[in-house]
């Protein structure tokens, strides 16, 4: 795929449904009794990994153009896969799975694809194994693939040594099948979606500070869902806007809960003309209308209790600090060498391939603003978000970025070909 400078961005959009909360939608809907009904869905290959697993496991999933129907099985009523679960690129799908699969009273073994493979797995089997699981990489390499026994579980009081949604995630969703209370402390807060939406679930589960504690349940009962729109998707758009000369784009329905908005709280910061124009609450979770004009940035500093919130859209922010004046630092982001690609070589390489003056940390990137890009051939590694970044670093550049491993964008954002191109008019 070829991007070049764009002409003013300009008009309304509707980004796709979140992709965490899609996940999470079905999962429980899956282990809930009675029909889960999940309006603005994510379709995109992740959450379509996660719907084929359950449908694996006896799952009754029907898709319709506007709505997903997951008829529940409860707690106790999935069955045993006939083959290896396939995750595909998806780690949320083979952390999440791995914590309900530990609680079960049968045997298992899930993959996914090459990214996958190569994905930390340690962060998930230590706690479970403490939980009672019997939980094993297949190859001894703490990746997956990884073998399930279903067992008893107990209670357990953990303390992560990372901030990570989908590890505490993991731990909840076993301590709904334990037989005492978990406790699950992270070093910052990360992403609340499993808390909330286990709660509306009917499971009993609370937060204290950066400790999440739920107690087993006996049941959980499904729910209507409309998904909020992904602020990680919206996040492209946004810097699109901020970028592009003249812009200015109103993105709607935009989930903000505050364990996601960093990205809003840096871009704002840099200078970024954001406005929130209307709020509401979707399936429990924050939502606005995003009025986003192009700005002129300024660089900051990017570390702390607020990369949880933004992990997923450092990549984006990351380029769009070529643009601003000054030095943006981006630290405490280790966690970003362990995601779909290692993004702080893969933006580093890509964006200095492009002209941009970026030195590459242990944990972050230290980015000196303002030389202009030009077109380059861009490696995505075949990661969704790196690929999708450059498209927009192509829009305020000079000259061509071919991205040829394009077709990765699949895993979060099918559409986003005509949503840009809507914006172009
Ligand atoms: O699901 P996956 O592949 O891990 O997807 C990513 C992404 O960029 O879409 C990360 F690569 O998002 C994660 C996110 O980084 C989704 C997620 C969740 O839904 O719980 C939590 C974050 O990961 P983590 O490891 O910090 O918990």
Redesign the pocket.
Known sequence: MKFSSSSPLRGCLNVPGD??IS??SVMFGALAKGTTEISNFLKGA?CLSTISCFRSMGVDIQETDQTILVRGKGLHGLRRPDHVLDCG????????ISGILAGQDFDVTLTGDE??QK?PMK?IIEPLSLMGAHILSVRGNDCAPLSISGSHLHGISYSTP????????AILLAGLYADGETRVTEPAR??N??ELMLASFGADVKTEGTTAIIRPAKELFSQSIQVPGDI?SAAFFMAAALLVPGSEVLLKNVGINPTRDGVLRVFRQMGGEIETVSQTSRAGEPAADLLVRSSRLHGTEIGGDII?TL??ELPVIAAAACFADGVTVIRDAA?LK???SN?IQAMAENLTAMGADVTETEDGMIIRGGKPLHGAVIDSRN???IAMTFAVAALASQGEVSIPQWDCVN??YPAFLDDLRSLMG
């Open positions: 992709k965490s996940h999470r992740d690129n998806s780690g949320t799908t083979t952390r999440l990214s996958i994905r962060r990372v901030a990570s949604a989908q590890v505490k995630s990360s992403r979606h499993t990680s949880p992990i997923d966690e362990v995601k779909e993004r990661d969704h978000r895993i979060s």
